[in-house]
């Protein structure tokens, strides 16, 4: 929805229907369903609102009432100020998928360019996760976006992070789902990333523009992610972490769940690793979620291509492939490579100045992958 001029005549009942002290989402889109505008439901009798699940005969004398309070006109006054796009739930602009979940946000704020036509693929995981978790969700948003999937995240630290950038990285589009207003930038440390993903994608949100991170947006926030994407992927996860309410929720909503298997020893594993033992589908490559969402599609199913490597001595891919995105000791590095340790040390150098290998305190190594 353009938010100019008789655009936001018509908002400002989206809003006002929002408002309405006893309509959630869920009864937001059966009004939405039955009556096509929030204009008509206003102007609906009594008799034909509380033929509608949920409406109660004195909801619906609140509904008939109810009168467009001074909060929805400054909301409207900022929408216009900021210059933010506002979808309503029966624009076409509004993604399918979301639109089929059974309480999707009745308007979304948006900055950047949503395309409702497109894929999406939503990547999330760890606040804290491991270097392997970063590595491998850079990888995996990066092999996606190289196949025009668009990949959807929630822009906190971390997994969701990586998953942007990975995505960018690969010359692809991104969506980020905030927990507060799009004029509430959370986390703070990630405002640059913000403006970066609004050039490459769109930063998008169903809570008015001043919204904070109130704790309890986040679930809600979950299911947006979770719902305007053909699957969602856990990269890692604890016992008890938020990535996994987002997997439950894209169960809920009929859609595939993948999970990336991480060390039996590391407890950020544990989440992802009783995901696959509940049926979720294990993820090595990107390959592994192309093949199960688009089975019949030969194109979908193209080789994927990877990020190129400088060019690299005989002794520098030995010393590589000993390598992974877990760290190891310099020690235990020596143990599996027959080289000798002055000689080794050199070519760790190398390898850190090429920016494919990091040293961690302790003498600790690891692949590092650069994703601007």
Request: charged share 25%; aromatic share 6%; glycine share 8%.
């Amino acid at each position: 929805m353009n938010t100019e001029s008789g655009d936001t005549d018509k908002l400002i009942h989206w809003l006002r229907l929002k408002s309405v002290p006893g309509i959630g989402n869920l009864l937001f889109k059966r009004l939405i369903e039955r009556f096509k505008s929030p204009e008509a439901v206003f102007e609906a009798a009594h008799p034909s609102l509380i033929c509608v699940d949920g409406v109660s005969s004195r909801l619906a004398v609140l509904i008939s009432e109810y009168k467009i309070t001074d909060a929805v006109k400054r909301e409207i006054d900022l929408i216009r100020e900021k210059g933010c796009r506002v979808i309503t739930l029966t624009d076409e602009q509004y993604p399918k998928l979301l639109r089929e979940i059974p309480d999707p946000p009745p308007i979304l704020y948006v900055m950047g360019k949503l395309e409702s036509s497109v894929q999406h693929i939503a990547i999330v995981g760890s606040r804290t996760p491991t270097r392997y978790g970063i590595f491998t969700a850079k990888r995996l948003s990066e092999d996606l976006a190289k196949l025009n999937i668009t990949i959807v995240s929630g822009m906190a630290r971390g997994i969701d992070t990586a998953a942007h950038i990975g995505a960018m990285s690969g010359g692809g589009k991104t969506v980020a789902v905030l927990g507060s207003g799009l004029e509430k930038v959370y986390p703070i440390e990630n405002l640059k990333l913000f403006h970066r993903i609004i050039e490459n994608g769109a930063v998008i949100s169903e809570f008015s523009l001043n919204s904070p991170p109130d704790p309890y947006h986040f679930p809600a926030r979950n299911r947006i992610i979770s719902g305007m994407s053909l699957g969602t992927v856990v990269v890692e996860a604890a016992q008890k972490s938020g990535s996994l309410i987002t997997a439950r929720l894209a169960a809920e909503q009929g859609r595939e769940v993948f999970a990336v298997p991480g060390s039996i020893h590391s407890f950020k594993s544990m989440g992802t690793h009783n995901l696959i033992k509940q049926g979720a589908k294990l993820v090595e490559h990107a390959q592994d979620i192309m093949e199960e969402l688009f089975p019949q599609n030969p194109i979908q199913r193209k080789n994927i291509p990877h990020t190129q490597l400088p060019p690299l001595s005989s002794e520098e891919t030995i010393v590589l492939n000993a390598l992974s995105p877990y760290p190891i000791h310099i020690d235990d590095l020596l143990r599996k490579i027959d080289m000798d340790a002055g000689k080794l040390s050199g070519i760790l150098l190398q390898l850190e100045l090429k920016d494919i290998v990091q040293q961690s305190p302790g003498k600790l190594f690891s692949t590092e992958y650069k994703t601007g």
